[in-house]
């Protein structure tokens, strides 16, 4: 099982980043998937997620009405599209897998947001 993302860097305040986890190693398109981060000092928290048909998602607070989470299975890929983006978005950011009590995360794709 790989969960790998991609997309992080370095971007100004109020900037865009998009960023995609490529997941191989299991049936992608039955598994919810999420998106977490975790900025230094703090513990992980939720920021987004999209069940496995793609049509229901939810997110955290501080991001709703900035991020926007899709998921194509075709391309075993899930999306997160940041934008305005704070400084206090600054994180480390994970791909997360689950179906009932399976669950695979990533290695993470670090974002700093700052000018």
């Known amino acids: 099982v790989h969960l790998v993302e991609s997309g992080g860097g370095l971007v100004q305040p109020g900037g865009s980043l998009r960023l995609s986890c490529a997941a191989s190693?299991?049936?992608?398109?039955?598994?919810?998937m999420s998106w977490y981060r975790q900025a230094p000092g703090k513990e992980r928290e939720f920021v987004a997620r999209?069940?496995?048909?793609?049509?229901?998602?939810n997110y955290a607070d501080s991001v709703k009405g900035r991020f926007t989470i899709s998921r194509d299975n075709a391309k075993n890929t899930v999306y997160l599209q940041m934008n305005s983006l704070k400084p206090e978005d600054t994180a480390v950011y994970y791909c997360n897998a689950k179906r009932y009590w399976t669950e695979y995360w990533g290695q993470g794709t670090q974002v700093t947001v700052s000018s």
């Open positions: 190693g299991f049936t992608f398109s039955s598994y919810a």
């Open positions: 999209i069940i496995s048909a793609g049509g229901i998602t």
